[in-house]
């Protein structure tokens, strides 16, 4: 059992305000399915732990994978000589604090065998090919990881979390002639098994399969500027990429922000509101505490427009003269915490997604967005589109494939005039700084007036 307090009294010995202890221990478990066959079934364990200290608004961090007291006793020594801005002695009493949610897991994933697993994977791969004879590969991949952490800080606070992350993916290629198209269709949260059988992976095969047959079919977008309905099932690539990156505070105080600087400025339409928050049940992006020990918050980032404030650390935090707002993440034992989303979203509004579309005479309904780009710098983004219609008096017309959405994301947060009374999660893990993190994201159906559609000329 490691003895906290004097390893942080250690860390803090030469200098520095604040010091933290992160031990953790994962266990990731993975099947694969690849061209009709199972290549691989991994499991594993690691166990590691991470102390930094925080001094003159700079970080030093180290970490090891030898969790004992000596070991965690040398590794404080090391950090220590990072400070070197006088010596000094710190009483630390330490408290374990309760969290103020609390998530159940309804079904644990060692309920099932690895067999019954390996053959539920397999399902879903007979599932995507039997779709249509036009579907030539066909991945399917099961993951679960069990994390378990605990924390201590030199302010007292003792805090741990357990954690289960479970996800499943269905990635398929079609093909009629020279045109290519593919389907993908992910699930996933902070859950057990109790998330399939609410969205069984042969459904998400099913999903995914279909969209990729129906996009071969499909005519080629046209290029230009018209308006957009963003389907509430489109996924939050426009709210995470868009908005969520440029509102972490550690870019937001570099200058690598468009909205640095900008609280308490108008930079939405009235009808927009922003929040990021981790106490959701079953969310991929929740957690009882984050990596710093602060409980899980609910942020409101963005209020009927304006910018209330920025999703911080405790190192940003302290740059400001603000409080961590419980967005303080790593990877894993081995990287340093930074400012990082967890479920954000657009909140849903008051608009019928019936009447929005009915609205719209003309223009680009889209149903699920891909991949994207976005220069935090000045919010200008480029977005594909993985399925796509056009709007023909109100209606939904032919799809189309091969359509990217251009703009700028404070221009089109202002630009938004009608936001849905519904609300739609996507999944994903968030890259910044070399580290990944689990996250989900969502938004109600919007309608965009006018945003560059990327396509065919003529």
Same mark, same amino acid.
């Given at each position: 059992?490691?003895?906290?307090?004097?390893?942080?009294?250690?860390?803090?010995?030469?200098?520095?305000?604040?010091?933290?202890?992160?031990?953790?221990?994962?266990?990731?478990?993975?099947?694969?399915?690849?061209?009709?066959?199972?290549?691989?079934?991994?499991?594993?364990?690691?166990?590691?732990?991470?102390?930094?200290?925080?001094?003159?608004?700079?970080?030093?961090?180290?970490?090891?994978?030898?969790?004992?007291?000596?070991?965690?006793?040398?590794?404080?020594?090391?950090?220590?000589?990072?400070?070197?801005?006088?010596?000094?002695?710190?009483?630390?009493?330490?408290?374990?604090?309760?969290?103020?949610?609390?998530?159940?897991?309804?079904?644990?994933?060692?309920?099932?065998?690895?067999?019954?697993?390996? =053959?539920?994977?397999? @399902? +879903?791969? &007979?599932?995507?090919? $039997?779709?249509? %004879?036009?579907?030539?590969?066909?991945? !399917? #991949?099961?993951?679960?990881?069990?994390?378990?952490?605990?924390?201590?800080?030199?302010?007292?606070?003792?805090?741990?979390?357990?954690?289960?992350?479970?996800?499943?993916?269905?990635?398929?290629?079609?093909?009629?002639?020279?045109?290519?198209?593919?389907?993908?269709?992910?699930?996933?949260?902070?859950?057990?098994?109790?998330?399939?059988?609410?969205?069984?992976?042969?459904?998400?095969?099913? =999903?995914?399969?279909? @969209? +990729?047959? &129906?996009?071969?079919? $499909?005519?080629? %977008?046209?290029?230009?500027?018209?308006? !957009? #309905?963003?389907?509430?099932?489109?996924?939050?690539?426009?709210?995470?990429?868009?908005?969520?990156?440029?509102?972490?505070?550690?870019?937001?105080?570099?200058?690598?922000?468009?909205?640095?600087?900008?609280?308490?400025?108008?930079?939405?339409?009235?009808?927009?509101?922003?929040?990021?928050?981790?106490?959701?049940?079953?969310?991929?992006?929740?957690?009882?505490?984050?990596?710093?020990?602060?409980?899980?918050?609910?942020?409101?980032?963005?209020?009927?427009?304006?910018?209330?404030?920025?999703?911080?650390?405790?190192?940003?935090?302290?740059?400001?003269?603000?409080?961590?707002?419980?967005?303080?993440?790593?990877?894993?034992?081995?990287?340093?915490?930074?400012?990082?989303?967890?479920?954000?979203?657009?909140?849903?509004?008051?608009?019928?997604?019936?009447?929005?579309?009915?609205?719209?005479?003309?223009?680009?309904?889209?149903?699920?967005?891909?991949?994207?780009?976005?220069?935090?710098?000045?919010?200008?983004?480029?977005?594909?589109?993985?399925?796509?219609?056009?709007?023909?008096?109100?209606?939904?017309?032919?799809?189309?494939?091969?359509?990217?959405?251009?703009?700028?994301?404070?221009?089109?947060?202002?630009?938004?005039?009608?936001?849905?009374?519904?609300?739609?999660?996507?999944?994903?893990?968030?890259?910044?700084?070399?580290?990944?993190?689990?996250?989900?994201?969502?938004?109600?159906?919007?309608?965009?007036?006018?945003?560059?559609?990327?396509?065919?000329?003529?």
């Amino acid at each position: 059992m490691i003895d906290f307090s004097p390893v942080l009294k250690k860390a803090l010995s030469r200098g520095g305000v604040y010091a933290d202890i992160y031990l953790e221990r994962s266990m990731p478990f993975s099947i694969v399915c690849e061209d009709g066959r199972i290549e691989k079934v991994l499991s594993g364990m690691d166990h590691g732990a991470g102390i930094r200290i925080i001094f003159g608004q700079r970080t030093a961090y180290a970490f090891t994978n030898e969790v004992t007291n000596s070991a965690l006793m040398e590794l404080a020594e090391a950090v220590s000589h990072a400070a070197a801005d006088g010596a000094r002695s710190v009483d630390i009493n330490l408290n374990r604090r309760r969290p103020h949610v609390d998530f159940s897991v309804k079904k644990a994933p060692e309920s099932m065998s690895t067999q019954d697993k390996t =053959a539920m994977v397999m @399902r +879903a791969n &007979r599932t995507a090919r $039997a779709v249509d %004879a036009r579907i030539r590969q066909a991945m !399917v #991949v099961y993951r679960e990881s069990r994390q378990s952490i605990e924390i201590a800080t030199s302010t007292g606070v003792l805090a741990q979390d357990d954690r289960l992350y479970l996800t499943a993916l269905v990635h398929v290629v079609a093909a009629d002639g020279d045109v290519v198209q593919t389907g993908y269709e992910p699930v996933g949260g902070s859950a057990g098994l109790e998330l399939l059988d609410d969205y069984p992976l042969e459904k998400a095969a099913e =999903a995914a399969a279909r @969209r +990729a047959i &129906r996009m071969l079919s $499909a005519r080629k %977008a046209p290029a230009g500027r018209m308006p !957009v #309905v963003l389907s509430s099932d489109a996924g939050g690539t426009m709210i995470h990429e868009a908005v969520g990156h440029g509102l972490e505070a550690d870019l937001a105080q570099s200058g690598l922000s468009v909205y640095s600087n900008r609280v308490g400025e108008r930079i939405a339409s009235p009808l927009i509101t922003v929040v990021d928050d981790a106490t959701l049940p079953g969310k991929r992006g929740s957690f009882r505490f984050d990596d710093e020990a602060t409980d899980a918050e609910r942020t409101v980032l963005v209020e009927n427009g304006m910018l209330k404030t920025f999703m911080y650390d405790r190192l940003t935090a302290m740059k400001d003269g603000a409080a961590s707002t419980g967005n303080g993440r790593r990877e894993s034992y081995k990287h340093r915490p930074i400012p990082r989303m967890t479920n954000t979203m657009i909140l849903p509004g008051g608009s019928d997604p019936r009447e929005i579309l009915r609205s719209t005479p003309k223009g680009l309904f889209v149903k699920k967005m891909g991949g994207g780009q976005v220069n935090t710098v000045n919010g200008d983004f480029v977005f594909e589109v993985s399925e796509g219609y056009l709007i023909e008096n109100g209606n939904l017309g032919d799809p189309v494939r091969g359509a990217t959405l251009t703009g700028n994301g404070p221009q089109v947060l202002l630009s938004i005039d009608q936001v849905g009374s519904d609300l739609g999660f996507s999944i994903g893990t968030c890259g910044k700084d070399g580290q990944g993190s689990p996250v989900s994201d969502a938004q109600p159906t919007l309608r965009i007036p006018e945003i560059v559609v990327g396509g065919v000329v003529g």
